[in-house]
T-cell receptor, first 119, second 112 residues
Framework: GAVVSQHPSRVICKSGTSVKIECRSL??????MFWYRQFPKQSLMLMAT?????????EQGVEKDKFLINHASLTLSTLTVTSAHPEDSSFYIC???????????????FGSGTRLTVV | DAKTTQPPSMDCAEGRAANLPCNHS???????VYWYRQIHSQGPQYIIH???NNETNEMASLIITEDRKSSTLILPHATLRDTAVYYC?????????????FGTGTRLQVTL
């Protein structure tokens, strides 16, 4: 089945620094990937839609200059949290769907998530 | 996409069937019902989806009412590893990848 690899799984950074999170589709191509954020005991909130070769689409209220998204290839999207602050501490999850026919049957595949702690 | 309503939590004894309901009374004719689950501190996992016929796979069964306004996910023999938050999502199935919107889900606790 489709696999999405997300790295790192856990990161601690100092306030004011930037952190990059990678999301890779290992055995399929994904023209579109999605980035979610999840706070403790809450549901997943979509942050942005990452489109290969074009600009990402951000949900209302998400600062595009703070959460930089790059989708340079059909198998890789990155999310960079710039000038991180403690309130950015959260669980970040990416997802993708196979651009081919298999995507119709198996829905969306999610990465295992990245727990970011800003101290 | 149509909104869904799920109970916030449910308990189930290990080995018994877990029946998780979902109401989607505003579902449109071309919208599918998807189920995902999220085990603690992991990314969501796809379980099953369907349009109007009942569906079964190695993980679960999906029962959709004739009027399609509600559905039930059935885990036939729940185990402790099935403890998770289960999300019911309704959306159009298309060749274009479009966003999934998660509601609050049902927190299923499987107990000994």
């Amino acid at each position: 089945g489709a696999v999405v690899s997300q790295h790192p799984s856990r990161v601690i950074c100092k306030s004011g620094t930037s952190v990059k999170i990678e999301c890779r589709s290992l055995d399929f191509q994904a023209t579109t990937m999605f980035w979610y954020r999840q706070f403790p005991k809450q549901s997943l909130m979509l942050m942005a839609t990452s489109n290969e070769g074009s600009k990402a689409t951000y949900e209302q209220g998400v600062e595009k200059d703070k959460f930089l998204i790059n989708h340079a290839s059909l198998t890789l999207s990155t999310l960079t949290v710039t000038s991180a602050h403690p309130e950015d501490s959260s669980f970040y999850i990416c997802s993708a769907r196979d651009s081919g026919s298999a995507g119709w049957n198996y829905g969306y595949t999610f990465g295992s998530g990245t727990r970011l702690t800003v101290v | 996409d149509a909104k869904t309503t799920q109970p916030p939590s449910m308990d189930c004894a290990e080995g018994r069937a877990a029946n998780l309901p979902c109401n989607h009374s505003t579902i449109s004719g071309n919208e599918y019902v998807y189920w995902y689950r999220q085990i603690h501190s992991q990314g969501p996992q796809y379980i099953i989806h369907g349009l109007k016929n009942n569906e079964t796979n190695e993980m679960a069964s999906l029962i959709i009412t004739e009027d399609r306004k509600s559905s039930t996910l059935i885990l036939p023999h729940a185990t402790l590893r099935d403890t998770a938050v289960y999300y019911c999502i309704v959306r159009v199935l298309s060749g274009t990848a479009s966003k999934l919107t998660f509601g609050t889900g049902t927190r299923l606790q499987v107990t000994l």
